[in-house]
């Protein structure tokens, strides 16, 4: 049986792109699946009294810093995004409301709203901008615009970010194996052991 990676992630960490381009590598490479659960990032700094680093500014130039040098050691674009932070409740809501859908094209939304904040520096907090990000991609916009607005899916991202909280999350990217917490895209080494042993 093959073991999984629980992967919290929320849309408007830097961090969480970098790890999302890599996450699925370890998975093939240790035969692992990914549970993909996202969260409100907001909420959880909120409920566990976190803070972002860019709001100790010594410690977010650092960290931006830090996320480059990773960039290029994994051989992916990644840019900062000058509309940065993203208000992703809409995001979260959309990728919570698709998943409870079912939708077969899950990877290919995630990958436009990552590659859209981090790579192709667009304002995501702008509904129209969105909308043509997910145009682009193949989906219906408005549609899914309008699926994060649905009670059931507000609810729903409510319930999974507090989930998260109960399990010890306290920032993104997360990852649970088995009852193991690894917080930082920095510590995918040790998700890979895990994921091994």
Do not use: C
Request: charged fraction near 20%; proline fraction near 6%.
């Amino acid at each position: 049986m093959s073991k999984i990676v629980d992967f919290y992630f929320d849309f408007g960490s830097p961090a969480a792109y970098l790890a999302h381009t890599q996450i699925p590598k370890i998975a093939a490479e240790t035969g692992a699946q990914i549970d993909f659960k996202p969260i409100l990032l907001g909420g959880v700094f909120q409920a566990t009294g976190n803070r972002p680093p860019i709001s100790v500014p010594l410690k977010g130039a650092y960290l931006f810093n830090d996320l480059n040098r990773y960039a290029k050691r994994y051989g992916v674009a990644f840019t900062m995004n000058p509309h940065f932070p993203i208000n992703t409740l809409h995001l979260m809501r959309a990728d919570i409301g698709l998943q409870m859908q079912n939708d077969a094209r899950l990877a290919q939304f995630r990958d436009a709203i990552f590659n859209a904040i981090w790579v192709d520096q667009q304002n995501m907090n702008d509904p129209a901008t969105v909308g043509a990000v997910l145009s682009k991609a193949g989906f219906d916009g408005m549609a899914i615009l309008a699926l994060s607005g649905e009670p059931a899916v507000k609810e729903a991202l409510k319930v999974a970010t507090q989930n998260a909280v109960d399990r010890g999350i306290f920032g993104a990217p997360s990852f649970i194996v088995g009852d193991e917490l690894f917080w930082g895209q920095d510590r995918l080494d040790f998700v890979r052991e895990a994921l091994l042993n």
